[in-house]
Nanobody, 119 residues
Framework: QVQLVESGGGLVQAGGSLRLSCAASGSIDTIDTMGWYRQAPGKQRDVVATITSGGSTNYADSVKGRFTISRDNANNTVYLQMNGLKPEDTAVYYC?????????????WGQGTHVTVSS
């Protein structure tokens, strides 16, 4: 079994910063792509940023230049540094990880962490 534990959400004023963390633990052989997604009330869950095991990153256009995704492979942790936050960034943020166990790959989601940006 694999667990993803997220932390770092909260309430911040517009223009402020937050750093999200997501640590994976359990029966893990390898971790492939890790990513952050978000879901605002009444909307679908969308990708925010992803990072491969080799460190290649991709960002949603709405966060480019403001958010930075990074990972610590030794500790199976992915981070999302969010600067210049806007009210439209308000959402529940979820991390997702592709984990290799034996010959198979599995997808896991974190429990979600709330980010609220006030204007």
């Amino acid at each position: 079994q694999v667990q993803l534990v997220e932390s770092g959400g909260g309430l911040v004023q517009a223009g402020g910063s937050l750093r999200l963390s997501c640590a994976a633990s359990g029966s893990i052989d390898t971790i492939d792509t890790m990513g952050w997604y978000r879901q605002a009330p009444g909307k679908q869950r969308d990708v925010v940023a992803t990072i491969t095991s080799g460190g290649s990153t991709n960002y949603a256009d709405s966060v480019k230049g403001r958010f930075t995704i990074s990972r610590d492979n030794a500790n199976n942790t992915v981070y999302l540094q969010m600067n210049g936050l806007k009210p439209e960034d308000t959402a529940v943020y979820y991390c997702k990880t592709i984990v290799g166990i034996g010959r198979f790959k599995y997808q896991y989601w974190g429990q979600g962490t709330h980010v609220t940006v006030s204007s």
